[in-house]
């Protein structure tokens, strides 16, 4: 049978002169068990027809002459292609100078990772055991290539789901054990990414941001009450924290690739620089905070619409500023110096129901640490604004019920009220100091692009026109000689744009 199996595999793959020379195979009869199984020459690729439970193989990286690759190492350059490979190996060259095998910790720090020598060094040493466990930790100690292409890889091609092992070895850095790490040293090595991280961008570096951040970060991962923390319980607290991987990505920033998604992605800044110069209610942590939940396509493109303190505490001028503009950020201040508000997805129209998607959520930043309240998926009461109507509530609100809203603005524009505790949309408690409070100061802000205005002076949120969906409708308005202005505005290229938002919502609302 086996050699039957052989000859099929050798037929198929067309390489007979290339298949290993097998030997010293020796089947217990009794226990039908493999005891000795060696490879000689070339190995076979796997086939999925031929199944020998107690077969081990001798690892790639131990075969042949010359340059041999780890096996994480052969699937990262498959990750990355031809083209992107032998450009990271072209960087490794730059890098590396007089050794071309290796790159030594000083260049790193200068080069790749802007953190002190200790942190880079513990961690270069965690990626060895938890990359290439197969290859000892070279002493002294050096960056080898193969675990830089792997590196690259993770940056340049993984999602934040698949770069789990990259978050715990930065995480954990030696002080693990593989299945859990204490939450002391969890802290100290937050503490050290965000100074490194604040370091290098538009963000002030001053103790109020970084520890303001690193409050934030651990309340996300849960780790009040707790000694230690598990990999697999980290893992899963990360995907509930978008700020966290935006952070250890921009610390590993240099491992992408110019030019690619990846390195644009993490060469934005943590918040839009508008707001340091325009809000009085935004500080740049909170700022921060607010710009990793966002949506992709809202996230460091903010324009001030609305400002109390520069036009005046008017209502009608705060509805013109925020209406059929796009998503927005909208932030209150109440007479107890609590800072509160929450994103709308959708563009503000009026109408007497509730509108929007799972993406919008609420928060408060003052006087606590900054908090966001995600959709729970309970209705779909997501946002509401109204105006003249003698049946239905006069406002803005967000979540919660008529009368009963998680947050509420009234159109007199002086008092409002937060109530639920918590709220059945977003699982907020009260936002404001007290259920009932009047506003002080507000601002809005429009998060993402611009909508489009087309020939009749309307907008139109986002790239799809007014018909977009509605067939029926578009066919009668052709058949009566209407011209369609909204028809054709919707670029090709954007449908992958659509799709993202499509699992954006879906993401938003697993979570």
Wanted: hydrophobic share 35%; with cysteine.
């Amino acid at each position: 049978w086996f050699r039957t199996e052989r000859n099929n595999r050798a037929r198929h793959n067309n390489h007979t002169s290339s298949l290993a020379c097998w030997s010293h195979i020796h089947i217990n009869k009794k226990a039908t068990h493999t005891s000795t199984c060696r490879v000689h020459e070339t190995p076979i690729p796997p086939s999925p027809r031929l199944y020998l439970p107690h077969l081990h193989l001798i690892p790639h990286s131990k075969m042949g002459s010359g340059e041999s690759r780890p096996i994480r190492c052969q699937e990262s350059c498959t990750q990355l292609g031809e083209a992107s490979l032998a450009r990271v190996q072209e960087r490794f060259q730059s890098l590396s100078g007089a050794t071309p095998a290796v790159v030594s910790i000083e260049t790193i720090c200068s080069e790749l990772i802007a953190a002190p020598t200790p942190f880079v060094s513990a961690f270069v040493s965690e990626c060895y055991r938890e990359f290439i466990p197969e290859q000892p930790v070279p002493s002294p100690l050096v960056l080898h290539k193969h675990l830089y292409i792997i590196l690259c890889a993770e940056l340049c091609c993984g999602t934040t789901r698949t770069r789990s092992d990259l978050y715990w070895v930065l995480l954990s850095c030696g002080k693990g054990d593989g299945v859990s790490v204490p939450v002391s040293h969890l802290r100290s090595q937050l503490d050290t990414i965000l100074s490194a991280v604040l370091s290098n961008s538009t963000c002030p570096d001053d103790e109020v941001t970084k520890e303001s951040l690193l409050n934030f970060l651990c309340e996300q991962l849960n780790l009040a009450g707790q000694n230690h923390v598990r990999r697999k319980d980290l893992v899963r607290a990360i995907g509930t924290a978008p700020l966290l991987p935006v952070v250890l990505d921009k610390l590993l920033a240099q491992f992408t690739l110019p030019g690619t998604r990846a390195q644009k992605e993490v060469s934005k800044p943590l918040f839009s620089p508008e707001l340091l110069e325009s809000s009085s209610l935004i500080s740049p942590a909170c700022g921060a905070v607010i710009n990793s939940a966002l949506p992709a396509k809202c996230q460091h493109q903010w324009a001030l619409l609305y400002n109390s303190r520069l036009h005046g505490a008017s209502f009608s001028t705060f509805r013109g500023g925020i209406e059929d503009t796009g998503a927005t950020v909208l932030v209150f201040e109440d007479d107890k110096g609590h800072v509160f508000g929450a994103f709308a997805s959708d563009s503000w129209t009026v109408q007497p129901q509730f509108y929007g998607n799972a993406t919008s959520f609420v928060f408060k930043l003052k006087p606590d640490t900054p908090t966001l309240y995600l959709a729970t998926n309970t209705n779909e009461n997501y946002q509401y604004f109204n105006v003249q109507s003698a049946s239905f509530p006069n406002g803005l609100a967000f979540g919660g019920q008529f009368d009963f809203f998680g947050l509420w603005i009234s159109t007199d524009f002086s008092r409002g009220h937060s109530k639920g505790n918590p709220s059945t949309t977003y699982g907020n408690p009260s936002l404001s100091g007290c259920e009932e409070f009047r506003i002080m100061s507000a601002e809005a802000w429009r998060v993402g692009p611009e909508p489009v205005v087309v020939d009749d002076g309307t907008r139109q949120q986002g790239k799809k026109g007014v018909l977009h969906g509605h067939a029926e409708d578009e066919a009668l308005l052709e058949m009566m000689g209407k011209t369609l202005h909204s028809k054709g505005l919707r670029p090709e290229h954007e449908d992958d744009e659509d799709e993202v938002d499509g699992e954006e919502v879906k993401e938003a609302s697993s979570r």
